[in-house]
């Protein structure tokens, strides 16, 4: 097998030389071929001149403004273009790997960071070697264009252009930490509605207020959060009671961080969903996390993970 030595790439022309010389042949024309490779057309004409200079070596015959490329120059270019698809081919294999060891995820910040994110260490025991990207957004991401092969959102599992395969749904209660300092601990649904009461944008108290019985309007005031963990945290920090997801404030309650209070929940209206696009399942690792997460649900569920059934 011979060794190709420094010396050896010395002795090769100018690459961007090469190109432009290549696309020069292919078009018959210094301007056509400017244009695909994003110079001027004097670029081009000086680059292939140099070339010939640099060869000894006529590659077009001039007739004024029209060039007519030399039989020197018609095998020289094609030697060029098998050499170039060879590059182009070894580029695109690299990056076709490196894709195949690349996961991208996205999933609503609340969820990756409370439920998701505790888990994924295990996913990735599995698959070591796996790049695993968790990118947290509350729009939907444009799986075409971005770097994402599979997602969860928090709807009613219509995405357009996407499978969509419901994962769990969640439900609503009281949560209060053990160290509130605020007021008194409620000890009835009635103390609780006095209370300070934290809010979630667009997850009103009211729909828990009727399930308790309770005639009160939805609190109105104060710091209204856009995401569930950051009202999560909030109630962690003795800043008020929180009308949380269970699926958001389970590893609190767990911690001993928050504690629950009464028995009363409320189903929420919308669910987590799996979405991807068609052919995603053709990758393995996008399989593999699927199948992962399923089972992770199943399992969650199974050892009553997902806590309190939802009152009917």
Not at 28 to 45: D, P, R, Y
Not at 145 to 170: A, C, H, K, T
Request: glycine share 6%; hydrophobic share 45%; aromatic share 8%.
């Amino acid at each position: 097998m011979s060794v190709i030595t420094q010396m050896d790439f010395r002795k090769l022309p100018n690459l961007a030389a090469l190109r432009a010389f290549e696309a020069a042949a292919r078009h018959q024309n210094f301007s056509k071929a400017a244009e695909e490779i994003h110079l001027t057309h004097g670029a081009v004409s000086h680059q292939v001149r140099a070339l010939e200079q640099e060869l000894g070596v006529a590659l077009f015959a001039r007739h004024g403004k029209r060039i007519a490329i030399t039989p020197d120059g018609e095998q020289f270019a094609a030697t060029i273009r098998q050499a170039l698809q060879t590059l182009a081919e070894a580029a695109e294999l690299l990056q076709n790997r490196h894709r195949h060891q690349r996961l991208g995820i996205t999933s609503l910040p609340s969820f990756a960071a409370r439920w998701l994110s505790p888990r994924l260490g295990r996913f990735i025991e599995h698959y070591p070697d796996l790049e695993v990207s968790l990118q947290s957004s509350s729009s939907l991401s444009d799986f075409g264009r971005e770097q994402v092969d599979i997602g969860i959102r928090f709807g009613l599992g219509n995405y357009p252009g996407l499978v969509s395969e419901l994962l769990m749904g969640d439900w609503y209660y009281p949560v209060i930490s053990p160290h509130y300092s605020l007021d008194k601990i409620p000890e009835t649904p009635q103390e609780l509605a006095r209370g300070h009461l934290l809010r979630c944008d667009e997850e009103p108290w009211e729909p828990w207020f009727r399930a308790a019985g309770l005639d009160a309007e939805e609190p109105s005031g104060g710091l209204i959060f856009q995401d569930s963990s950051m009202l999560a945290r909030a109630a962690v920090d003795g800043q008020g009671i929180a009308l949380a997801r269970h699926a958001i404030v389970q590893s609190d309650i767990r911690a001993g961080l928050l504690r629950r209070l009464f028995d009363i929940t409320i189903p929420s209206p919308v669910s987590y969903y799996l979405v991807y696009l068609a052919h995603a399942l053709d990758k393995p690792q996008v399989r593999a996390f699927r199948e992962w997460l399923l089972a992770e649900v199943a399992q969650a569920k199974q050892a009553e993970d997902i806590g309190y059934s939802p009152a009917a």
